[in-house]
């Protein structure tokens, strides 16, 4: 079974571009969320995609979004970036109901210059 | 509303010597547990999960935990240490009711085995 594979693996931006980072979940798995992690403030949850609609939203500005395709595969878009969103992005995919857990991705390491 | 606290940011163990990480979480009602290990510069991969039933959870490469109701814990332990177990490891929690699905993770413990 493949895994979760996020593209890309690395990628360098310069602040007010925007970036745009693409998952592909489990095969038959209906849920995708994202995560930032910085060593400063951990695991923080951006956001939670299934069957194409967001049912969960963390606590970042709007500069962060998302989406969900028919197929599941998800991307969250990230725009006029800033020095501060500099991190490892990790894309999760679940079956979508309570109790299942997640399989992460290897993460895209975003570096704003 | 839940929160998960892992005692310990490092924890330094021998090798061969126990592994004992600490995970306390706050509900109103027991949650589902989990524990993730990550290692550098890749995602995390689940090591074990507790949702109903057994409250001593076996998990991958000799991990076990002990979900304890009473004391709202959930740690994690290895008999024997071994150099491969060095990375940062992650207790989380998630509600057990349907209708919200998001999972809210401790600031993670980053072990090291000494040889």
């Known amino acids: 079974k493949a895994g979760v594979t996020q593209t890309p693996r690395y990628l360098i931006k310069t602040r007010g571009q925007q970036v745009t980072l693409s998952c592909s979940p489990i095969s038959g798995h209906r849920s995708v969320s994202w995560y930032q992690q910085t060593p400063g403030q951990g695991l923080q949850f951006l956001f939670e995609y299934f069957s194409e609609t967001q049912r969960n939203k963390g606590n970042f500005p709007g500069r962060f979004s998302g989406r969900q395709f028919s197929n599941s595969r998800s991307e969250m878009n990230v725009s006029t970036l800033e020095l501060g969103d500099s991190a490892l992005y990790l894309c999760?995919?679940?079956?979508?109901?309570?109790?299942?857990?997640?399989?992460f991705g290897s993460g895209t390491r975003l570096t704003v210059v | 509303a839940q929160s998960v606290t892992q005692l310990g940011s490092h924890v330094s163990v021998s090798e061969g010597a126990l592994v004992l990480l600490r995970c306390n979480y706050s509900s109103s009602v027991p949650p589902y547990l989990f524990w993730y290990v990550q290692y550098p510069n890749q995602g995390l991969q689940l090591l074990l999960k507790y949702t109903t039933g057994a409250t001593l959870v076996k998990g991958i490469n000799g991990f076990e935990a002990e979900f304890k109701k009473s004391e709202t814990s959930f740690h994690l332990t290895k008999p024997s240490a071994h150099m491969s177990d060095a990375a940062e490891y992650f207790c989380?929690?998630?509600?057990?009711?349907?209708?919200?699905?998001?999972?809210?993770f401790g600031t993670g413990t980053r072990l090291k085995v000494l040889a």
């Open positions: 989380a929690v998630s509600p057990a009711t349907s209708g919200t699905y998001k999972y809210i």
């Open positions: 999760a995919s679940s079956p979508g109901t309570p109790g299942e857990g997640y399989t």
